[in-house]
């Protein structure tokens, strides 16, 4: 799987403009946005007016709204110019297993737990856990990828931010693709954990115990170049 994902992640070239390689929206927002280090060219973080001045410290990168609190009309008109858009990063919820419980009555723990809700819902989930496990409902995977022993707050906005980045990419290119076995979101979803828990192994090898989350960001071109190989700039 891993070699079919690395055929679909966009070449960097001299011909493309800016905008091309992913117009992302945040709605939230969070210290750990990693959007444009997966390689987004333009990140939107829709926020709060009281929370946009720390969000616009975190990076000169970022195009902050301040509009999340007010008229929805003002909140979503960046919403039509851009690919992916990501909700929650910073507002509390993330993927593992005690808040998964909340959307299900049953013990939530298995494949078949995931694959029927995820079938129930029509969406692609992605339950965190020591082994990642991920449904559209038709199609199951799992990522078990060696990751770290840190629980760090702020992996989950890693994970989907790279999950947004990849689902661009992955409908970008790989919905007209008669070849591949996955679609395009489950490809992302597994390429999102893959990344992630090898930048949290980079990470929790230099740092330990000490690791925080921000920690994983500078690994991640280091993940990408391990996992998919390099791709050379034309």
Known sequence: MIDDIANIIPQLTHGLHKGQMGRIAVVGGSKESVHACIGADLVHVVCSASSSPVIKSYSPELIVHPVLDGVLAEATKCMDRVHAITFGPGLGLTENVENTTKFSSQPYDTKDATRSLAEKLGV?????????????????????????????????????????????????????????????????????CSLTRRCSQLAYAKYGRSMITTQMLPEIHNAFEQLFAKTPMA
């Open 124 to 192: 692609t989930i992605v339950h965190k856990g020591p082994t990642d496990i991920i449904s559209n409902g038709q199609t199951t995977v799992q990522c078990a990828d060696q990751g770290s022993p840190r629980r760090c707050g702020g992996q989950g906005d890693v994970l989907s931010g790279t999950m947004s980045v990849f689902n661009y990419w992955f409908h970008q290119l790989n919905d007209n693709n008669p070849n591949l076995l996955f679609t395009a979101t489950i490809g992302a979803a597994f390429a999102a």
